[in-house]
């Protein structure tokens, strides 16, 4: 194979991580793979879930949750909340499971408990999917996990929490601004007090407006990437005969047992899949496939028949070769095709997913661009392209003087109020529509948690499909030559997952 998927990816990755200003960083909180006894040790088992050693995603443990209702709650208290993830499987596509997500200040209670998220739906496949999930209440310091199963089992594997310094950091400032500001003016009617704190609201707000940039940006990147990818696959190379021995092996049997015209029949039909000569390979599709296989079949099958060879106009050894290898050769082309339609199919489904994380993240782009729009109008820049393209610059001071202006225009409202207002219905006004832009910015932090987990699921699957025993050919040569491959492209994969997650995550 040459450069592929995952190789693609990190180089579009690993060049967007230098651009951003303000990556964000992680550290592990709470790790747990079901694995031992210390990991056991970490959970409570309310009910409907036990630990097995089988169904492991990786290791020797998981968690099994049983079809119905099942909950279980972490036993050690965490440092701090952050952005949950975990592994998750079910014993069939039918299978569908809905996740609540709550923490608390206390373990042992059964009271107290806050739902912070909810995860719900089913897998198209029996394999491990991630999710992710940000807990955005900092002061709860217990996990608590409650399930309900239809149609099956679940399994769960490889959790847990993550901190994430800026949007933990913002989300914490904000939720402190934000109740500041309605108990002010619950509780005091002092203009200066007031205004004051519509000022620190200012702050924040001009912060979320970046952090909405720095999401456009991610959205961007990932976009970027998948689009070349969709564009110059090297993965569905792999699944394409012309590079393998056993193909070449029967082309040159058909050709030299083939008449002119037959011959010509079979360059015509190899042409689209590129130059065996050469060994230039195209990408090969499920459509492209379709167009050959049968067609392929038909001519071997038809070169070999006594009718044609004889009338072929070749020579008597040849005729002689035709005769004993005939049923062999057919025999050969349609069991290499039906291990090259395994290796396709597989190349076809990561693909998909490809496809499908394109339109997630198009869609998410649209939105938030949107969104971003409609929250500069909000702050004070009023419309037009000229205020999104400074706040969405390359350049820093350029960035910096437009969060400046809308820090200005949230200062100039609270002397405005603190100066003229008479009552509190400007000031309720205005607070409310700064606030609900900023609670409206955590929906797309949330929705680019799950495109993080698509991706995520996506690298697993193309992980595993180049493992060793996933080599579908039964030819000695061709088993050596997909695996000569398959040692690169595990590479690629690590370093591309690990850009991800670093310029990600």
Known sequence: MLKTVASVLVLSTASLISSLAFAQQKSAIFKNGFENDADHKKWALIYGAKFTAEQARTGTGALQ????????RSRVNLSEQGTLEFWIKTSSPATQYKVNVLVATNQNADSGWVQVGQLLGNNDSAEYHAKR??????????????????NGQVWIDDLSVEKILLDTALQKNQEKVIAEVLG????????????????????????????????LEYANGIYSSVTLVLATSERGKMANPLGYQTFKGIVSDVKLVASPIQKARMDSL?????????????????????????PFKTIVATTFDKVAYENAGVDRKTRKFAEENGLKTFSKAEGFLGEVEKELNTVVALDKDLIDIQREVDKFRKDLDKHLKES???GGMGRGQENYNRVMSKDEAIRSAALEEINSYFTLQAESYQNHSSSNTEFVQFMMKATGTMEETQVFKERFNQIASSVITFYDKFDRSVAKDQNPFSDEKDRRLWESHAVKVRTYIQESKAAFAKAYM
């Open 133 to 150: 999930i940000s807990i955005d209440d900092p002061g709860k310091k217990y996990l608590r996990l409650d399930f309900e199963i239809t």
């Open 376 to 378: 500069l109008i909000a």
């Open 184 to 215: 002010k003016l619950r509780d005091d009617k002092n203009y200066q007090v007031q205004a004051d704190a519509l000022r620190t609201l200012g702050k924040n707000y001009a912060a979320q407006i970046d952090v909405q940039r720095q999401y």
């Open 270 to 294: 190899l042409k689209p899949l590129g130059d065996i000569a050469t060994a230039t390979l195209n990408v090969m599709t499920q459509g492209a496939y379709a167009a050959f296989a049968e």
């Open 65 to 72: 949750i049983e079809q119905g209702e099942a909950s279980v």
